[in-house]
């Protein structure tokens, strides 16, 4: 069966470092992979999602960017965190064009102090 | 992809059937239409989605109309750990796009 890994789970980061989130699937390959945020109290928010390896398409432009060095692995990142990237970051992934529902991972909760 | 219209909020009484209404009126007639609930700090959890016919997991049951407009998510039995917040979302295929779902609240 399929399995969706994301790490960590809960980040505190300081104004200006650095980001790494890693989501990584199991079970499937050619995956879809996304990569949503939701602020407190607020909706989910696309930010990214790729159709295969090296190919990203970005939804909001902002602080952040994403990559997907192998087929299964999808990373979100930054230079330099803003306060406003404080959020819970999801991985989902979906197979095929068709109408498969996505599966979502249990997210990272990032504070940017 | 056509847009959904929740309550904010329901309650449910435990033990007892919870229904989750979703209107979508400009439904397209190759949009599915899924269900997905999220427990605080986690995740949103798939629960069900279908085309025309209704449909029923271990999960749900969906029901939908037969104009396609509206349907109903019907959890038989409701348990405490069905609180949540319940996302409709109609959708060809690629992302989805969440609104602000229903926020059920079962109570014992």
């Known amino acids: 069966s399929q399995t969706i890994h994301q790490w960590p789970a809960t980040l505190v980061q300081p104004v200006g470092s650095p980001l790494s989130l890693e989501c990584t699937v199991e079970?499937?390959?050619?995956?879809?992979l996304y990569w949503y945020r939701q602020a407190a109290g607020r909706g989910l928010q696309l930010l990214f999602y790729s159709v295969g390896i090296g190919q990203i398409s970005s939804e909001v432009p902002q602080n952040l960017s994403a990559s997907r060095p192998q087929d299964r692995q999808f990373i979100l990142s930054s230079k330099k965190l803003l306060l406003s990237d404080s959020g819970f970051y999801l991985c989902a992934w979906s197979v095929g064009t068709g109408p498969s529902p996505l599966h979502f991972g249990n997210g990272t909760r990032l504070t940017v102090t | 992809d056509a847009k959904t219209t929740q309550p904010p909020s329901m309650d449910c009484a435990e033990g007892r059937a919870a229904n989750l209404p979703c209107n979508h009126s400009?439904?397209?007639?190759?949009?599915?239409v899924y269900w997905y609930r999220q427990i605080h700090s986690q995740g949103p959890q798939y629960i069900i989605h279908g085309l025309k016919n209704n449909e029923t997991n271990e999960m749900a049951s969906l029901i939908i109309t037969e104009d396609r407009k509206s349907s109903t998510l019907i959890l038989p039995h409701a348990t405490l750990r069905d609180t949540a917040v319940y996302y409709c979302?109609?959708?060809?295929?690629?992302?989805?796009?969440f609104g602000a779902g229903t926020r059920l609240t079962v109570k014992p």
């Open positions: 400009t439904i397209s007639g190759n949009e599915y």
């Open positions: 079970g499937t390959s050619n995956p879809n």
């Open positions: 979302i109609v959708r060809v295929g690629g992302d989805m796009r």
